[in-house]
């Protein structure tokens, strides 16, 4: 065996934390983590949210975000502990030995520089390549990450590309300056499945091709399954379990890590449909400005009182761009929404406070749906003082019963969103929707940036209020595991349109349109060899086409 080009040893980190009304004080968030990765080598990181997957990440690269400090133990990389290293060492091992692929490209590109300086620039500032040589590098990444048009999307800016493509550039971005080590940190968990599979792919084979190791961070346990040599899992900042990857998945000896491997757990009966639906989507078309094609193209789908309809598709069908024309925000150029019985104003401002309080919406990233400087009771009450003019006592009392509803408590009511974890904002954000008392609500991708067991809970808390609060839900995903779990009707949507609709039964019944063949088929399953076996499959389909 290789010397380890990363070797962790007995890793401490800790933070400050200021509880409302008490003293500022140290924390330990990471006790003591041990582990070895050699060259060409991956290394998945799980655990559910504030496991302390992603601080460790960081740490190989001698940071600590957010007021996180390293308070003990070794980082060795290429045989030199870099915890020990100069300012000017960790600056010139950053973006050159080690990089990193943040989960939200996103919020992580320069929206005012184009896509490729920003790819080629720590490569070129590093000195490992010159500018001409660091845009061909980049020209071939691109084409190996599946982007399309390879030689010239480098030209355009971040928001010109969807999300998915951004993701696929910032990992392109991690791979130009030919790093020793590169942190993976939720990389796929914003793609659809059929994206992710193409973008797996061509990180497996970019580490087999350049010997590059990784740290590979996700919740997603069948994700790390397909491109990880060893699995470490993590809990509330302890190792739970360290093995490789075949022992993880098929022998599990902690019950924690038995509890990952066996979760989505959910059953849910699909319910007949009402006579009247609550929600009549009528041949919408709309595009957005700017633009010279309809980005929805004559969509017709409905939304029965007490249901949920998900809606899945692939980056850039056109699931969000539904949601922004059903809530106003993107007045549709053709077609009518029908919902409680009355048409709805195409446009935003033309809707009453009765409309808005009806329908709700629930959004993937709680952290910026929510005012950090407002306490939970605040942003909770918000919408009880707005629709209802409820104040006082009366309120105070309705917000507790909203937190008991969400399972979090009285407890939670003084505390801001950056003393919760991921799954406790997201809560917050549905009581904020419930205190409207909803005839519908949007929920986008809600459980996307959550690891399976906070995702699961999320799950069953929606199921059971829609049971009491008899609250109809569209569910836009690109989870078909969460799909199987929730809905009761389902619409498939491609490049725009409606390629498939109906009830849960019917439409993942056989037989399949090739979209929605494909879509299912790209579900990640707890297998090890998974992944190649359906690149594989595709590319037979490929030749024999």
């Known amino acids: ?38 060259p060409g080598k991956v290394l998945g990181l799980i655990g559910e949210s504030g496991a302390g997957k992603s601080t460790i990440g960081l740490a190989s690269m001698a940071y600590g975000r957010g007021g996180v400090k390293i308070t003990g133990g070794e980082v060795w990389v290429n045989g030199r502990d870099i915890l020990k290293s100069s300012v000017r060492d960790i600056r010139n091992l950053r973006g050159a030995e080690v990089t990193y692929v943040s989960q939200s490209a996103a919020a992580s590109f320069n929206p005012a520089k184009k896509i490729m300086d920003q790819v080629v620039e ?48 910032m990992t392109a971005l991690a791979l130009c300056p030919e790093p020793d080590l590169v942190v993976f940190d939720e990389p796929t968990t914003a793609l659809d499945v059929t994206t992710q599979i193409d973008v797996l792919m061509a990180i497996k084979e970019a580490i087999r091709d350049t010997g590059v190791a990784a740290l590979y961070i996700t919740h997603d346990l069948a994700v790390v399954a397909q491109v990880s040599d060893d699995i470490m899992v993590l809990r509330m900042g302890d190792m739970v379990e360290y093995a490789h990857t075949d022992q993880i998945i098929n022998s599990p000896k902690e019950e924690y890590t038995q509890a990952l491997v066996s979760v989505r757990s959910i059953e849910h009966e699909e319910k007949n449909p ?14 957005y400005k700017g633009l010279n094609f309809d980005v929805l193209k004559n969509v017709t789908v409905d939304l029965h009182p007490g249901q949920t309809l998900a809606v899945v598709g692939e980056s850039g069908s056109g699931k969000s761009t539904l949601a922004r024309v059903i809530t106003g925000l993107l007045p549709p150029s053709d077609g009518q929404i029908d919902f409680a019985g009355r048409t709805l104003s195409r446009d935003l401002a033309g809707r009453t406070r009765e409309d808005l309080r009806e ?32 104040r006082g006592s009366e309120k105070r009392k309705r917000i507790i019963d909203l937190l008991d509803e969400i399972e979090l408590g009285e407890k939670f009511m003084d505390r801001y969103p950056a003393e919760l974890s991921g799954g406790q904002k997201q809560r917050v954000c549905i009581a904020r929707s419930l205190a409207a008392k909803p005839k519908m609500i949007i929920c986008d991708e809600v459980t996307s940036a959550l690891d399976p067991l906070v995702a699961d809970g999320i799950l069953k808390l929606l199921l ?53 063949d494909l879509l299912l088929s790209s579900v990640p399953e707890m297998k090890l060899g998974w992944l190649e076996e359906v690149v594989a499959h595709r590319k037979m389909e490929s030749a024999g086409n």
């Open 1 to 38: 065996m290789s010397d380890p080009l990363l070797k962790v040893r007995d890793l401490k980190i800790g933070a400050t934390v200021y509880p409302p009304g008490e003293k500022p004080h140290d924390i330990e968030i990471v006790h003591g983590v041990s582990f070895d990765l050699a």
């Open 464 to 516: 059971d209020l829609q049971k009491i609060e008899d609250v109809a839900y569209l569910f836009i995903t690109h989870d078909l595991a969460t799909v199987r779990a929730i809905s009761d009707s389902i619409a498939v949507m491609y490049q725009g349109k409606v390629q498939r609709y109906g009830s849960k039964s019917e439409v993942l019944s056989p037989p399949f349109d090739d979209y929605t």
């Open 359 to 390: 329908l709700q919406m629930i959004y993937q990233m709680a952290d910026v749906a929510m005012n950090p400087r407002q306490t939970v009771g605040t942003i909770i009450g918000r919408p009880l003082e707005f629709y209802f003019n409820i």
């Open 274 to 287: 009402t006579p009247e639906p609550v929600l009549s989507v009528k041949n919408i078309t709309a595009r």
């Open 122 to 169: 720590a490569a070129v500032e590093q000195k490992k390549f010159s500018r001409k040589e660091a845009e061909e590098r980049a020209r071939t990444l691109f084409a190996k990450l599946g982007l399309p048009d390879p030689d010239n999307i480098g030209k355009r800016f971040p928001h010109q590309v969807s999300g998915g493509q951004l993701q696929r550039c």
